[in-house]
């Protein structure tokens, strides 16, 4: 793993595979609870083994949604959190190839990457975690709907794991117009939609695109299953002299009946089975 040839770093390891000693305090407190996650849920591939379950996002290792995320895995298998060390919302599927990556290991199932959601995928499916069992990332701060999911860091994560060989779900909060998430309710309505998920077959080339509402109450959500808005952004921008700022307004974005946008926006978790264009007949 500290081979001169790695085109990454293993940043406070013991040299055994373990954080050094009195490593644990220096953890945030996110990665401290991923770490004391007790699974129950047993996976017949595995053979009567944990479920090894490979967490990330873009909105980096301290987000809330990563914790809500773990929160809503636990009863599911043993969550490994491989996330990058600050935001990296919107940076799509960049991945990074000609510098070194500094991985350091902030507890002992929780890595902080610096570099973007598609390389957390590729070092944690190659290197870190390479036996788990799907990938999953979130919960993004947003909504991931339509066209989201070419521009999406979060999504990105989840279909580099897809493209090698890996199964995975995206998790992400529509959030309302000046409203704050309940990150606790968040957990309650996605551990149903994990629940049955995680069980479905999921053939190869696809993965799972998971969008929770935000209705403004906390009674029971319908899950919907659905396919994904093709219309665009409603685009525009102001203009500033010679400077141009996005100006579009995402919550009165196009809507296509019984499609991911107005599923959700309409108040039901919109749950949509995506297919990698390479893998497409």
């Not at 902080?112 to 975690?129: I, Q």
Request: aromatic share 6%.
């Amino acid at each position: 793993m500290h081979g001169a040839a790695r085109q990454y770093r293993i940043a406070a390891t013991a040299g055994n595979g373990e954080p050094p000693s009195g490593f644990a305090s220096r953890a945030s407190p996110q990665c401290r609870r991923h770490s004391r996650a007790k699974p129950v849920w047993i996976d017949d591939e595995t053979k009567g083994s944990p479920v090894r379950l490979i967490l990330s996002n873009d909105d980096g290792v301290d987000a809330a949604g990563l914790s809500a995320l773990a929160a809503a895995v636990r009863p599911f298998g043993e969550p490994f959190v491989v996330a990058p060390a600050g935001p990296q919302s919107g940076v799509g599927h960049q991945v990074t190839t000609g510098d070194a990556i500094l991985v350091d290991r902030l507890a002992a199932a929780c890595w902080s990457v610096a570099g973007t959601p598609a390389d957390c995928a590729r070092l944690a499916l190659t290197e870190l975690v390479p036996d788990a069992a799907w990938l999953l990332a979130g919960i993004n701060h947003g909504a991931n709907l339509g066209a989201d999911i070419y521009t999406s860091g979060t999504v990105a994560a989840v279909r580099e794991a897809a493209l090698l060989g890996y199964r995975g779900c995206a998790v992400s909060h529509y959030v309302g117009r000046g409203r704050s998430v309940d990150w606790a309710l968040a957990t309650q309505r996605l551990t149903p939609v994990l629940d049955d998920l995680l069980r479905r077959p999921l053939e190869a080339g696809h993965f799972w695109s998971v969008n929770l509402p935000h209705p403004d109450h906390d009674h029971e959500t319908p899950i919907v299953f659905c396919g994904l808005d093709t219309r665009p952004h409603g685009v525009r921008y102001r203009r500033d002299g010679d400077r141009y700022r996005y100006d579009g307004d995402y919550h009165a974005r196009p809507r296509q009946a019984g499609r991911d946008v107005e599923v959700c926006m309409s108040g039901s978790i919109a749950v949509t089975k995506v297919t990698l264009e390479i893998a497409a007949p």
